[in-house]
């Protein structure tokens, strides 16, 4: 009998994430390889790094749920990469570039956060307290991600408007 339950929801928004966090993580070295500023550069790279370990934190989470490591497609992520890259494109060697970089950028945080939330919620109703912490750390970084993005936004797009 297959119910689909919370547990299930669960599992199917961890298989969605996981997705997502491997198709980002493909992305950042192409998003930072494109930006002009440096320190817009070497954010994006951090933060391929640190997507690394959101990979590993869930597959973490897949074991202890004994269950196989395994990505569902995300329409979602691939409709904001999607963007992403079409700025890219359009904005090569263009003024606003790092500007739509950032944008993008911060669509993928935002989603990640909204991911991630909602994953700690449900795990705290399910009593998964080995989760709760992995999704936890992850959803640290993604916020603090976020806030570094608008920071280095404002002085981005103040030297442009310069
Ligand atoms: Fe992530
Ligand atoms: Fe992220």
């Known amino acids: ?76 992520i691939e409709g904001i990469l999607d963007e992403g890259k079409e700025i890219m494109e359009e904005y090569e060697n263009e003024p606003a570039l790092d500007a739509g970089l950032l944008a993008a950028a911060q669509a993928v945080e935002h989603y990640e956060i909204s991911r991630y939330g909602t994953l700690k919620a449900w795990a705290e109703k399910l009593n998964m307290a080995g989760a709760i912490k992995l999704l936890d750390q992850t959803l640290a970084e993604e916020k603090k991600t976020d806030e570094t993005l608008s920071r280095i936004a404002t002085s981005v797009v103040n030297a442009e408007a310069a």
Request: proline content about 3%; overall charge negative.
């Open 1 to 76: 009998m297959s119910e689909k339950d919370l547990n299930a929801l669960f599992l199917d928004t961890l298989k969605d994430i996981y997705y997502a966090e491997k198709q980002i993580y493909k992305a950042l070295p192409k998003m930072a390889k494109a930006a002009e500023s440096d320190q817009l550069r070497a954010a994006f790279e951090k933060h391929h790094d640190e997507t690394e370990n959101h990979i590993q934190r869930l597959e973490q989470i897949f074991e202890l749920l004994h269950k196989p490591a395994r990505g569902k497609k995300c329409d979602a």
